[in-house]
C-alpha cells in the first residue's frame, strides 16, 4: 500500500472512472430528447417558452395610384405608386434591414420600380414605413390598359408586388381600386 492508502500503483482507477465518465455523458446526449421538448423552467414560471420565434411576416396597402393611362393617352404620366408597407418581426431578436428593391407588375408587365427604406426594428416589434414606386415611361402600353379597364371593372384588376425585405423576397397582391386596407405577402 501507498502512504495515501490506495492500492493504485499505476493510476489505472483514476483513467477508469474518466472513462465512465465521459461514454456516460455521451450516452446521455445521444439518447437525450431535444432540449425544447423537456419542460423547462421559464415554462414552469409562466413565462413565455424559449422557442417563441416566429418568421417575419409582411403585408402592403396601396394608398395611391397615378399614371395608369394608356401611353398615347394626352398628358400621360409615369406610373406611380404610394405604398404603405407594414412588417411584423416574429423574431426573439432585432431585424435589420439596410433597404431592398421593389418592382411593381401588371399582368407580367413591370410598370414601376422603386426601395424599402432603411429601418430596424426590434424583436417582437412591428413597424410601417411608406414607400414611393415610379415607372421610367410615359402612360402604360395599350393593351394592357385595356386589359387593366377590363379588370377594373369587374373588380378583378390586382398589382403583383415583389420585394425584398430582411433577406427574404415576398409577392404581395394588391387589387387597383379595391376596398382600402392591407393585402397580406406571401415568401416568394
Known amino acids: 500500500p501507498r ?4 492500492d493504485d500503483d499505476c493510476g489505472c482507477g483514476s483513467w477508469t472512472i474518466a472513462l465512465l465518465l465521459y461514454t456516460s455523458f455521451w450516452l446521455v446526449m445521444k439518447y437525450l430528447p431535444p432540449m425544447d421538448s423537456l419542460p423547462g423552467i421559464r415554462e414552469l414560471d409562466g413565462s413565455p417558452p424559449c422557442n417563441d420565434d416566429k418568421p417575419t411576416t409582411c403585408s402592403v ?6 399614371g395608369l393611362d394608356p401611353a398615347l393617352a394626352p ?3 409615369s406610373p406611380a405608386f404610394d405604398l404603405v408597407v407594414h412588417v411584423d418581426n416574429g423574431h426573439v431578436y432585432e431585424l435589420c434591414h439596410g433597404g431592398g428593391d421593389v418592382v411593381i407588375s401588371y399582368a407580367g408587365v413591370p410598370l414601376a420600380r422603386g426601395r424599402t427604406p432603411s429601418f430596424r426594428l426590434a424583436a417582437k416589434d412591428t413597424g410601417r414605413w411608406p414607400v414611393n414606386v415610379t415607372g421610367a415611361g410615359l402612360g402604360i402600353p395599350a393593351d394592357l390598359s385595356r386589359l387593366m379597364t377590363a379588370e377594373r371593372r369587374w373588380g378583378v ?4 408586388i415583389d420585394m425584398g ?5 415576398f409577392t404581395c397582391d394588391v387589387l387597383v381600386g379595391g376596398q382600402p386596407g392591407a393585402s397580406a405577402c406571401r415568401l416568394a
Open 157 to 160: 384588376a390586382q398589382l403583383e
Open 165 to 169: 425585405l430582411a433577406w427574404q423576397s
Open 61 to 66: 396597402e396601396l394608398a395611391g395610384a397615378r
Open 75 to 77: 398628358g400621360a404620366t
Open 3 to 6: 502512504k495515501d492508502g490506495s
